[in-house]
């Protein structure tokens, strides 16, 4: 019954930023146990994963550590992608997943990110 709804993709040109919202819902009690992630899929390539928020730490891929920052908000249910200096390489689909081994994994329908020079 977990839902994700993503939000704040768009159009900006190299070296802008932008901020991704991921909302939950059907989560209960349990969102804070819940490894919440941002994937993303540019065409031609394999979902790879960018950023993962544990119940207790924060792991990025190397090519975006230094310009990228996760977060989330236990309160509100939701988590958040903060994108600085984007490069052309960073466009594609993102996605919000959300798992626990209880009730398994849950993804976002993704949010276009398109970086133009």
């Known amino acids: 019954q977990v839902q994700l709804v993503e939000s704040g993709g768009g159009l900006v040109q190299v070296g802008g930023s932008l901020r991704l919202s991921c909302a939950g819902s059907?989560?209960?009690?349990?969102?804070?146990?819940?490894?919440m992630s941002w994937y993303r899929q540019a065409p031609g390539k394999e979902r790879e994963l960018v950023a993962s928020?544990?119940?207790?730490?924060?792991v990025y891929a190397d090519s975006v550590k230094g310009r990228f920052t996760i977060s989330k908000d236990n309160f509100e249910k939701a988590v958040y992608l903060q994108m600085d200096s984007l490069k052309p390489d960073d466009s594609a689909v993102y996605y919000c997943?959300?798992?626990?081994?209880?009730?398994?994994?849950?993804w976002g329908q993704g949010t276009q990110v398109t970086v133009t020079s």
């Open positions: 997943r959300a798992f626990w081994s209880p009730r398994g994994e849950s």
């Open positions: 928020i544990e119940p207790a730490a924060a």
């Open positions: 059907g989560f209960g009690l349990s969102f804070p146990l819940y490894t």
